[in-house]
């Protein structure tokens, strides 16, 4: 990976600072074996972050402070309006020869004094790069797997990030050199991990903006959802989530759109869009509720109302599902 980045460098002639960002991505367990995973993000001596349990996949936000190895994390839940504690993380984190923050163990106690054992492994650091030439600035993170049997998610996503940023520079180095740059560029891109699992199932969400002069920038949302197989990776579109020969867009899209009228989506609401295709559904991450589904800036209202997103519980198509679809898990073990 460092090797790839160095010859990105060369190959554009700039410094790049590159290295681990301090972000980590966990998966364990607590208690007597609940799956859970864990997002966490620190700053000198301060922590935030986020973790859900598998077998609800809904985030609990996180915050609290590292003293050393010692870590100490506080939940809240919003009771009558009003933040009330939740439950307390108590640990600590270990480190190998080589790796910071290898794992991190320790007890979950909540108001009542209800304790809990729990045990996470460090699946992934967080790549950021930081490029700066003239008036164009790229900013990008991303995960890295720790873990190698996620090695080829590794290899495709470096790929995926370093030619975008090599794209962009180039294009921004000849607007520069033609005179036609006023404002500046920038492009700033984050991907986040959603979901992974123990066999090789990875989603992931990546968030684009870019400004190349204008009123305002343009953000994009790009879904990845793949699946180790071996040495190599599947990536998973939206049909691969089916029963094969399954008109599973029959269901999918009244699903969307009766949602997206809830949110008042203008182009849904005034009849621009009255059907979804195969094509327009394939920004969709995979979490343990369902599907959800993005639609950046002026695909289902103007650039004013941002963003959707739409979650498609398992619920309204685990008749759609069968054996062979990565989500069979979901749906194959009673709540």
Known sequence: MIRQV?????????????????????????????PMQMQLQVKDNSITGSYFYDSYGIPISL????EGAKVTLEE????DGKQELNGT???????????YAQSFTGEWVNPYGNLFQFSLNKIADYVSIDIEQARISLH??????????LEPVNRLLQETFIQRQFDF??????????????????????????YSANDGLVSLLESIYAYTGGAHGNTGLVAHNLLVEGSGIRILELRDMFAPRTNFMSRVSPLLLEDLRLQEAAWVLDGTVSDLLEPDVQTFIINPQGLEFYFEPY?????????FKVLLPFE????????????????????
């Open 89 to 99: 993380f108590s640990g600590f984190f270990s480190d190998s020869a080589t790796d």
């Open 316 to 335: 309204a198509i685990k008749d759609l599902i069968d054996a062979s679809s990565p989500l069979y898990r979901f749906i194959s073990v009673p709540n």
């Open 6 to 34: 160095f010859l990105f460098c060369s190959l554009i002639g700039i410094f790049v600072p590159i290295g681990f960002a301090q972000s980590y991505y966990f998966r364990g367990i607590m208690g007597d074996g609940l």
């Open 140 to 149: 990008s993170s991303y995960p890295y797997f720790v873990s190698p049997q």
């Open 76 to 79: 809240f839940q919003e009771i």
């Open 299 to 307: 695909l289902m209202g103007p650039y004013a109302q941002g963003s």
């Open 63 to 66: 915050t609290g402070r590292l």
């Open 169 to 194: 520079l180039r294009e921004g180095q000849d607007t520069l050199i033609a005179g036609e740059m006023r404002n500046g560029w920038l492009l700033d891109s984050s991907t986040e991990i959603a």
